[in-house]
């Protein structure tokens, strides 16, 4: 019996995009980006976690998802709520995941589905299809060849895992896994995590990088780049259309950091650092995370400078002396 061989074609286009990632990810590694700054990769892998599961329906806002792991009371829907809490326990777990491991994979999907689906960690036993709205677009391989195909596709992995390159093959896995769909639920959620938990292997910052952000941005295009897919019989556009994604959160991500580094002072660093994205702030809070006491010096030293560059801006820029007066970092 022969290997399986997932179809797909290299092109022109992907080995560029391949050199251009490897090349930016050169560059985050050289700032030494994540390790230096731990707000950084907590509020992207938050962004990572809402993106995700917002793909799938959960209308948690960002700051509501990044109360509940923060262990602060959320009123909202349950499940969504359990669903937050299951994909941050799911993500903490990269570092340890084997993504050439089918073991891995339905253990890490037994955590992220704990409490919100019956089939947990466990194959579907039955149909499923894709749907929109009430038309279906998709039906998926049949139960009994779930464990099959998902063989082949794990026996590809470890074959080939120092002949291609990660980033091709976490593409591929990506879009063979949502053929498959060989769970009865949380196969676009397990779909992204495990592409994060494939590149990690290769450059450990790709466990902060938030390209679940960038698919939610373009959502619809991600549904097309799919569907064309099962139209062609192979995975070539959706290959090209994720590594345009990865490329474009990458840049993203360059300009934050070097926007951070460029002209900016010791103390507008600092403040910078303890502040977490798209979260108002009060002035006391600021002093408090600072360890300061005068707020003149929090408004001379720290926030006006960091105003004037648009690091930060106030809620009621019309009234900065406002007791209801917030500051974001955005």
Same mark, same amino acid.
């Given at each position: 019996?022969?290997?399986?061989?997932?179809?797909?074609?290299? *092109?022109? %286009?992907?080995?560029?995009?391949?050199? @251009?990632?490897?090349?930016?990810?050169?560059?985050?590694?050289?700032?030494?980006?994540?390790?230096?700054?731990? +707000?950084?990769?907590? $509020?992207?892998?938050?962004?990572?976690?809402?993106?995700?599961?917002?793909?799938? @329906?959960?209308?948690?806002?960002?700051?509501? &998802?990044?109360?509940?792991?923060?262990?602060?009371? &959320?009123?909202?829907?349950?499940? #969504? =709520?359990?669903?937050?809490?299951?994909?941050?326990?799911?993500? /903490?777990?990269?570092?340890?995941?084997?993504?050439? *491991?089918?073991?891995?994979?339905?253990?890490?999907?037994?955590?992220?589905?704990?409490?919100?689906?019956? #089939?947990?960690?466990?194959?579907?036993?039955?149909?499923?299809?894709?749907?929109?709205?009430?038309?279906?677009?998709?039906?998926?391989? !049949?139960?009994? %060849?779930?464990?099959?195909?998902? %063989?082949?596709?794990?026996?590809?992995? $470890?074959?080939? /895992?120092?002949?291609? +390159?990660?980033?091709?093959?976490?593409? &591929?896995?990506?879009?063979?896994?949502?053929?498959?769909?060989?769970?009865?639920?949380?196969?676009?959620?397990?779909?992204?995590?495990?592409?994060?938990?494939?590149?990690?292997?290769?450059?450990?910052?790709?466990?902060?990088? !938030?390209?679940?952000?960038?698919?939610?941005?373009?959502?619809?295009?991600?549904?097309?780049?799919?569907?064309?897919?099962?139209?062609?019989?192979?995975?070539?556009?959706?290959?090209?259309?994720?590594?345009?994604?990865?490329?474009? =959160?990458?840049?993203? &991500?360059?300009?934050?950091?070097?926007?951070?580094?460029?002209?900016?002072? /010791?103390?507008?660093?600092?403040?910078?650092? =303890?502040? /977490?994205?798209?979260?108002?702030?009060?002035? $006391?809070?600021?002093?408090?995370?600072?360890?300061?006491?005068?707020?003149?010096?929090?408004?001379?030293?720290?926030?006006?400078?960091?105003?004037?560059?648009?690091?930060?801006?106030?809620?009621?820029?019309?009234?900065?002396?406002?007791?209801?007066?917030?500051?974001?970092?955005?």
């Amino acid at each position: 019996m022969s290997e399986y061989i997932p179809p797909y074609t290299i *092109s022109n %286009q992907m080995l560029k995009q391949v050199s @251009a990632i490897s090349e930016k990810a050169g560059m985050i590694a050289t700032y030494n980006a994540f390790e230096a700054r731990p +707000h950084l990769r907590r $509020n992207n892998r938050i962004r990572s976690i809402h993106s995700s599961l917002k793909i799938e @329906a959960n209308s948690l806002s960002l700051s509501e &998802v990044r109360d509940v792991i923060n262990g602060h009371l &959320v009123l909202g829907d349950q499940k #969504e =709520i359990q669903e937050v809490k299951n994909a941050y326990a799911a993500y /903490e777990k990269i570092p340890e995941i084997n993504p050439l *491991s089918i073991s891995d994979l339905k253990k890490t999907h037994k955590i992220m589905t704990y409490m919100t689906v019956e #089939e947990s960690g466990i194959f579907r036993k039955g149909d499923v299809g894709v749907f929109s709205g009430d038309k279906c677009i998709f039906v998926a391989p !049949p139960p009994e %060849q779930v464990d099959p195909l998902m %063989q082949d596709l794990f026996s590809w992995m $470890n074959h080939c /895992e120092d002949k291609i +390159h990660p980033l091709i093959m976490a593409a &591929v896995f990506h879009y063979e896994f949502v053929f498959i769909h060989p769970f009865a639920d949380g196969n676009g959620r397990m779909a992204r995590l495990w592409h994060t938990a494939i590149l990690y292997r290769w450059r450990k910052l790709f466990e902060f990088i !938030p390209l679940e952000s960038q698919i939610e941005r373009f959502q619809q295009n991600y549904y097309d780049a799919i569907a064309e897919c099962h139209t062609n019989g192979n995975s070539n556009v959706f290959i090209e259309f994720i590594l345009e994604m990865l490329e474009q =959160i990458l840049d993203e &991500v360059i300009i934050r950091i070097a926007k951070t580094n460029a002209g900016t002072s /010791e103390y507008v660093k600092r403040l910078l650092e =303890i502040m /977490e994205y798209d979260v108002p702030y009060t002035s $006391n809070d600021l002093l408090n995370l600072l360890g300061l006491k005068s707020k003149e010096t929090l408004r001379k030293n720290y926030l006006n400078p960091a105003i004037e560059l648009g690091f930060i801006r106030m809620t009621l820029p019309d009234k900065p002396s406002s007791r209801n007066q917030r500051y974001v970092r955005q």
